[in-house]
């Protein structure tokens, strides 16, 4: 049974840190990219920040220089530490795992809250 289990949402202020992180379970074989979209209520998902196997990053431009990804591909993990956050970071952000063929697996979702 395939898992991606996320952690790390909450409140935080303006200006502030936090730190995701999501461990993906139960996919066989390897793991082409894991990353993060968010949603914000009534709109559709959109990429935050994907890493590749072979280590590629791609960022949203609004997450440019504030948000960083790391993920470990023996521990199929992936981390988003962002910062300087900000009050349109509020959203609901989403894990996802993909290998090169087949669905993509995603994560129940973790909330983030920033306060002005």
């Known amino acids: 049974q395939v898992q991606l289990v996320e952690s790390g949402g909450g409140l935080v202020q303006t200006g502030g840190s936090l730190r995701l992180s999501c461990a993906a379970s139960g996919i066989t074989g390897s793991i082409l990219t894991m990353g993060w979209y968010r949603q914000y209520p009534g709109k559709q998902r959109e990429l935050v920040a994907t890493?590749?196997?072979?280590?590629?990053?791609e960022y949203a431009d609004s997450v440019k220089a504030r948000f960083t990804i790391s993920r470990d591909t023996a521990k199929n993990t992936v981390e988003l530490q962002m910062n300087s956050l900000k009050v349109e970071d509020t959203a609901d952000y989403y894990c996802?795992?993909?290998?090169?063929?087949?669905?993509?697996?995603w994560g129940g979702g973790t909330q983030v809250t920033v306060s002005s």
């Open positions: 996802y795992a993909k290998r090169l063929l087949g669905p993509v697996y």
């Open positions: 890493q590749s196997l072979g280590g590629r990053t």
